[in-house]
């Protein structure tokens, strides 16, 4: 069964600093990645989406990198601005093995807050 | 404008009732599903269906059912099977396609009262 991991749980950082959010999973089979952000009581917002065959994806001041092996991947955030301020969650979608669907299975997120 | 809209935003039930959450997407998309997110957790599967007239369960669908008549509509209802039914509830689509990804709609905060 696959487990989505996410490190720290929550993360307070001063504005103009660049961090990184750690996801973990425990099955390599996967066929993709997606980070995504979510603001309180709303819906997910697609960040960033890394195919296995991919190592990293860059959008903007993002960058998200895939370590399938290891089965690990970061989530990069440079020059933090206090908009960033979200909860951000990865999901790795399973090997479908030549079907159409895959599942997404979610790690618990990252509360990030960042602080003018 | 293309989007997924989840209605109503704040759903209030009593024990013993059963609620219908609705979530329609224009965006053409074949494949929907229902996530639940409770505090401090990430999403879990409740239904998907990848075309009309077919569905299948997800992770934790015990207490929940869905229909797919229109491809365009996924409606989930909450019955008074669930036993802890409060929470955040979830609609999502996607194409038919490996690896593309999914959109997600506002949410339906639902609470038993």
């Known amino acids: 069964k696959q487990e989505v991991t996410q490190i720290p749980a929550a993360l307070s950082v001063p504005e103009g600093e660049n961090l990184v959010l750690n996801c973990s999973f425990t099955d390599s089979a996967i066929y993709n990645l997606q980070w995504f952000r979510q603001d309180p009581g709303k819906g997910l917002t697609s960040l960033l989406l890394i195919q296995s065959s991919q190592r990293e994806q860059t959008s903007g001041r993002l960058n998200a990198s895939l370590d399938k092996s290891s089965g690990r991947s970061t989530l990069y955030i440079a020059a933090s601005q206090p908009g960033d301020s979200a909860t951000y969650l990865c999901a790795v979608r399973r090997d479908a093995g030549g079907t159409s669907y895959g599942k997404l299975t979610f790690g618990q997120g990252t509360i990030l807050t960042v602080h003018p | 404008d293309g989007g997924i809209t989840q209605s109503p935003k704040y759903l209030f039930r009593k024990e013993g009732q059963n609620v219908t959450l609705s979530c329609e997407q224009n965006l053409n998309h074949d494949a929907m599903y229902w996530y639940r997110q409770d505090p401090g957790q990430g999403l879990r599967l409740i239904y998907y269906s990848q075309i009309v007239n077919d569905f299948q369960k997800g992770d934790i669908a015990e207490g929940y059912s869905v229909s797919r008549e229109k491809k365009e509509s996924f409606p989930l209802t909450v019955t008074s099977a669930q036993k802890n039914p409060t929470a955040f509830y979830l609609c999502?689509?996607?194409?038919?396609?490996?690896?593309?990804?999914?959109?997600f709609g506002p949410g339906t905060r639902l609470t038993v009262l």
């Open positions: 999502a689509s996607s194409i038919v396609i490996p690896g593309r990804e999914q959109f």
